[in-house]
């Protein structure tokens, strides 16, 4: 929006009265950056990816969810092994994180659409006694920051 359209929106009375700005975040790109950094994570090795989106209807998780394929789809070194979703839900998260880890002896990285669902992925880790980053790389597409990590 130019400075012309954005005067010509303050005048507005119905605009004053009736709307409100918003941002909206560009989830596509997002899915693609944090699959990029979840690979630097990992130091680029070969291997199998974990994908957890949050769920199959909403803008967000389909938008990430697609950045993120596509990036993987563009490395063939890497192979999108499993992709399901979590409900954008911890708990959930490390229940199919807890049973899907060992079933890939290749597997090297979790991407997850939201820190949370990282959370439960990284519980799943320690429970099954592997250690993060050493063998597996956990990035989840969010804010959280935890003390000491990036």
Do not use: C
Request: no cysteine; charged share 25%; glycine share 8%.
């Amino acid at each position: 929006m130019n400075a012309e359209q954005k005067a010509q929106r303050l005048k507005s009375k119905h605009w004053k009265k009736y709307l409100l700005s918003s941002l909206i975040p560009d989830n596509y790109w997002v899915g693609q950056q944090t699959a990029k950094a979840l690979l630097e994570a990992g130091n680029h090795q070969a291997g199998d990816v974990m994908m957890i989106s949050g769920d199959k209807t909403t803008p967000a998780s389909k938008q990430r969810q697609a950045g993120a394929t596509d990036y993987f789809n563009s490395k063939v070194h890497i192979n999108l092994k499993y992709e399901l979703y979590a409900d954008w839900n911890q708990a959930l998260s490390y229940q199919k994180s807890h049973v899907l880890i060992g079933r890939s002896k290749n597997l090297k990285y979790i991407w997850t659409a939201n820190d949370l669902m990282a959370f439960g992925s990284i519980e799943a880790l320690k429970e099954l006694a592997l250690k993060k980053p050493k063998e597996i790389s956990v990035l989840g597409a969010g804010i959280l920051r935890l003390r000491g990590g990036r």
